[in-house]
């Protein structure tokens, strides 16, 4: 099985800065594509921006510009700089990462508990 456990969020004015962390553990033996969702009250989970292992980015178009998300192989762990942040940012965050757990299966997507994000003045 594979866990991932993400940090970082909270309260944070308007035009401020938060850093999001996701770490997978587990059964790894390889960790491809890893990204960032978010859901705010009442509507669908939405795409924030992904990476793969070889750094291709994927961003929202709402968030260009502000959002930065990277990664450490190593230590598979996924991280999401998010600066100006703005009121409609606000949601529960979600980490995702497809894991292989050996190189013999496919990998599977796995996701995180979330960590909410409020801007709000």
């Known amino acids: 099985q594979v866990q991932l456990v993400e940090s970082g969020g909270g309260l944070v004015q308007p035009g401020g800065s938060l850093r999001l962390s996701c770490a997978a553990s587990?059964?790894?033996?390889?960790?491809?594509?890893m990204g960032w969702y978010r859901q705010a009250p009442g509507k669908e989970r939405e795409l924030v921006a992904t990476i793969t292992r070889g750094d291709e980015l994927t961003y929202a178009e709402s968030v260009k510009g502000r959002f930065n998300i990277s990664r450490d192989n190593a230590a598979n762990t996924v991280y999401l700089q998010m600066n100006s942040l703005k009121p409609e940012d606000t949601a529960v965050y979600y980490c995702?990462?497809?894991?292989?757990?050996?190189?013999?299966?496919?990998?599977?997507?796995?996701w995180g508990e979330g960590t909410p994000v409020t801007v709000s003045s």
């Open positions: 587990g059964r790894i033996f390889r960790s491809n594509v």
């Open positions: 995702n990462a497809e894991v292989s757990s050996n190189p013999f299966l496919r990998a599977v997507s796995y």
